[in-house]
């Protein structure tokens, strides 16, 4: 993993518009949070009344927080897309754990041939012994 793997261009082009996404995202968060605070603060004096200036704040707070969660879903998507991605893009991971797996069954299959051979060995041998008693027995 700690190799640079080179992608295709399309794959690059990919990754390259998942990290835009992420930071246009994180940065709408943090301008959208900085105004809150600043809105939050209350000014001496304007040129509207302040129950007028309180009610543009609010609405201002609302449509910025609407803003964060719309952001944050945005980035709840990109991270369901990076797994995405990565499920069906990452062929090495995919490609070690299918020979891990193939291995695993070797082995499986080697001890498995072991026993059958001892198992065979042993029924020969009490068959040679059953065939001697009975040839040598009176009664065949």
Do not use: W
Not at 3 to 25: I, M
Not at 78 to 83: G, M, Q, T, W
Not at 118 to 135: G, N
């Amino acid at each position: 993993m700690a190799q640079q793997r080179v992608l295709p261009q399309s794959k690059e082009t990919l990754l390259q518009s998942y990290n835009k996404r992420l930071k246009d995202d994180v940065k709408s968060i943090m301008d959208n949070f900085t105004e809150i605070i600043k809105t939050a603060k209350i000014e001496d004096e304007t040129q509207v009344s302040r129950a007028t200036q309180g009610e543009q704040d609010n609405y201002e707070m609302h449509v910025r927080a609407a803003n964060i969660v719309r952001a944050g879903e945005s980035l709840m998507k990109l991270v369901s897309d990076l797994k995405q991605f990565l499920i069906l893009n990452d062929f090495p991971s995919v490609n070690e754990a299918i020979n891990q797996r193939n291995q695993q069954l070797r082995s499986l299959q080697e001890e498995c041939d072991k026993k059958l051979i001892a198992l065979r060995d042993e029924i020969s041998v009490d068959l040679y012994e059953l065939e001697e008693e009975y040839y040598s027995s009176r009664y065949k």
